[in-house]
């Protein structure tokens, strides 16, 4: 990857500055990366920050590039891939990131002769610590299917779903995952606090404890079952407090949330998938 000519980012916002800081860092030229943006103040910000050449000509932005990452808003999305089809003269690979976008409808806007990789990165990838769903069809070749995972992990842990159904499952989990766990914080830190711990030393503790557990659970070669019995004895508080999510259906819970937010986004993958 190190050796790509021309990446160009169609869209100068949050995900676009993430990935490319996070290229930039594992090696990539910020000469070789291209940001094109209608706002002049996101284009400043990438040339500040990065160093990248910026254009506010998608057109001309895409022109020669290897690779082109389309970073808007999925409201825009049809007007931008339109709009940018004719100029995609060098059939470069098409990288995704709008939520909710499905496959054919980026092929149909862009051409299919184009290849094209669709992803749903989530929010923490931001910061580096993300998770990306990745999904193409057999006429993307592994050079291309190679690549595109190689950009996306640059921020985040990447995984490929065999059907593009299951991208709605990604987005269920992974997309919307870590607004679970935060809600799940924010309601253990209003228990301690509730207990009579201090409100900074209970947001302490609930941080601590959730990256301790996530690190825990990354670097452990046991299973999720297999930890968390490692830290519940028998009759002790562990298992008290964990009787108590058990009686009041936390994994019923949890499943039908699942389910709900994977409803949604077949919902909007539809709404959005139309001509």
């Excluded at 706002?39 to 506010?56: I, S, Y």
């Excluded at 799940?184 to 207990?195: T, V």
């Excluded at 409100?199 to 990256?211: G, I, K, N, P, S």
């Excluded at 019995?229 to 009759?235: A, F």
Aim: net charge neutral; with cysteine; aromatic share 4%.
């Amino acid at each position: 990857m190190h050796d790509i000519r021309k990446l160009t980012f169609i869209g100068g916002g949050n995900m676009a500055a993430a990935l490319i800081g996070g290229l930039i860092r594992r090696g990539v030229a910020p000469a070789h990366l291209v940001a094109a943006d209608p706002g002049a103040e996101a284009l400043a910000r990438l040339a500040r920050e990065f160093g990248v050449p910026t254009c506010a000509d998608n057109a001309v932005a895409v022109r020669d590039a290897e690779v082109v990452v389309i970073a808007v808003k999925p409201q825009q999305i049809r007007a931008v891939c339109l709009a940018l089809a004719p100029a995609l003269v060098s059939k470069p690979l098409v990288i995704s990131v709008a939520a909710g976008i499905p496959h054919a409808a980026l092929s149909r806007w862009l051409g299919n002769d184009v290849p094209v990789v669709r992803t749903m990165p989530n929010r923490p990838a931001l910061n580096g610590f993300g998770a990306t769903g990745l999904y193409a069809p057999p006429a993307v070749g592994a050079a291309h299917r190679a690549l595109a995972e190689s950009i996306m992990a640059a921020v985040s842990a990447t995984v490929w779903v065999d059907h593009e159904s299951q991208m709605d499952t990604v987005t269920a989990l992974s997309g919307s995952g870590p607004a679970y766990f935060f809600l799940f914080m924010e309601a253990l830190e209003a228990a301690a606090r509730e207990r009579g711990l201090p409100a900074e030393v209970a947001h302490q503790l609930t941080l601590a404890t959730a990256y301790g557990a996530a690190r825990m659970a990354r670097d452990s070669s046991d299973s999720l079952a297999a930890l968390r019995e490692q830290v519940t004895s028998k009759g002790g508080t562990t298992a008290a407090a964990l009787a108590v999510l058990d009686a009041a259906g936390l994994r019923a819970i949890v499943a039908h949330a699942v389910a709900a937010a994977d409803r949604r986004s077949a919902e909007l993958a539809a709404e959005f998938g139309t001509p």
